[in-house]
């Protein structure tokens, strides 16, 4: 059990303010804010007037931002030392976890939770403690995972921040409740992150696709409700014994609330309506909470009395009689979208922060005693925070104590009875108990393994990278690869295999990549591909009309990639049948079989190619991408132009050249030293060796 921490935080007089001359009314006094009603003030002392001057509200923190000069001032690194640093504890341990801040239009919660380029908010130094604390375990055998997410809720639809979507119908992602992990964001993207860089990335591109608007107190207000998620996954393999946990962490920045202004537009009005009927909800989500809260330990507190009076074990009547007559109260958690994805935030499964902001100014008297209200009675709300541990590994500890437990049984046994027989019998149920459990145990601890390992694993072995950028994501890889090209309009996602290396080269790329990777994954530098019944297993496995058992195999040595189809197996490269060894270059379709299309990726090859390409910059016919030869869109089966490709394309450069040189419209020497260049370029796709495929063809 752990209450909702809350924190307040006053900012400095705005402009606006400043010109009004407002007064600052509010005080902070360590935990206690209070606040004093100017309007009493002015009068005299009255006995009927039982207003009270001064109000006072004690909080978990209570943070002055008013005055820099001012010895209390309470800076970004301040607030992030408090707040941050806990959620980043919990995250840590594997708690979710949830900062939100709340208050009035412009009194500071974008600038709490994220900030200014000058003066960086709590979001991104969350995000920063995430990775420098794997800086700091990069010794330990710790492996985290960080995916994050960025929805916005405006006119309670639900946006994904962090996608382009339909410019006409940009709200429609959908909320629903899963049985178990509770209310999500259906087709929401998530995108893995490893480095802050990306993090602040992708909060930038979020930030700039908010919705803001000016309102009479704030020019830049935001009209929605934030939040930011990171998924934070840790896994640890200690003593062979795994370990791991998850949080999800919720930052959230809520939409201001503002009086109703009758001069404003009906979209505006309708806009208002919103933002408040989500706030008045979440208060009153904050409200029933913390009575239930309050009830719950009120009744907690007579059992304990009861119990201690009453030594009859029947205690469970007392609660009975109690609960029974103050029923728990319905809490509205879907009467809005806000309090539906908050859902586990309050009075769940998280840990949770709230930060209230408010004005110093005498202007925002009603709003700040109202924030702190509302900041008061969320005080009280208990939540049930959990480590999120996995499944898998949950059952292994839980097997591994009961290992231990049945070793001691057996001890125990040994020492106390001397009767060999009777023992022997109860020795061995208890060995064949500890030796399943122990076999149990290992087949766990290889599935987690590996399913841990598969995902980092591959990005890292094959250097793979994943790459967002304004709508597409480019999956980059540095080795050698075939890219399936799927004719099944039903297939989804993209399949790429990775050719095996020879070792030597293998192990050359780790040290330049100073990477560690299996290389025994990779000790071939030749990778099969065939069906799943011949008799050598096939790296590659294809079904499908024309696949023999083994198809073909593709040798990768030193960089220097062919295909050699088996006899009698149908292979094509750029469109020609292949019937012995051919080298495959950069971009080069492969056809296997009937209907087996790949691209071939050779991405050091690409590299030079696109040095090569910058050079001659300047050249009409080259300024063209690299693979404009490649019509994938056509039949290339049908067609033989695609065959010449990059050689011919320098052929047709170098004719160009030549031509132009003849009309007089160039510089003769500019020209040579253009030809110059394409004919070296000719020979090194000539140099692509004997068995090129480009060679033998234009011979
Ligand atoms: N602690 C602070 N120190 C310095 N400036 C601040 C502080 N808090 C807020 N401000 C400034 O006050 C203005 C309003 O702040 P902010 O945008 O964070 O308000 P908000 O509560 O998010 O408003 P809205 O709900 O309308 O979006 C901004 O110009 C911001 O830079």
Redo the contacts with the bound molecule.
Sequence with gaps: MANVKVAV?V??L?KRENAEEGRIIVEVDNKMAKVRNIKVDNRLDGPWDSREKIVAFSFDYCYW?VDPEDPKYASQEVVFQDLGTSVLSGAFKGYNICLFAY??????????MMG?PASIGLTPRICEGLFSREDDYSEQPASCRVEVSFLEIYNERVRDLLKQSDHKKPYTLRVREHPETGPYVQGLSQHLVTDYKQVVGLLEEGIAKRITAA?HI?D???RSHAIFTIHYTQAILENNLPSEIASKINLV?L??SERADPSYCKDRITEGANINKSLVTLGIVISTLAQNSQMFSSCQSINSITSEGDSSPVGSHTTGSVSGTRRQAYIPYRDSILTWLLKDSLGGNSKTIMVA?ISPASSSYNETMSTLRYASNAKNIINKPRVNEDANVKLIRELREEIDRLKTMLISFELRNSSPSWSDDRDGNLTELVLQNEMKIDQLTKDWTSKWTDRKAIMEEYSVDINKEKVGVTIDSNLPHLMAMDDDILSTGVVLYHLRMLPFLFFVLCIFRLCFLHLNTKKEGTTKIGRIDSDQEQDIVLQGQWIEREHCIISNNCGIVTLQPVQGAHCTVNGQEVTTACRLSQGALVVLGKVHKFRFNHPAEAAILRQRRSISEGSPILSHGALDWLNLDRDFISSSTYIFSPLEKERQVITALGSTAWRGGEQPSVVKEQVRDHLEKLDVYKSMGPNGMHLRVLR
């Design positions: 935080r900012r400095p705005s931002s208050g009035q239009t412009g009194s500071g919660k974008t600038y709490t200014t309102t704030h830049a207000s935001s920045d939409a201001g902001t």
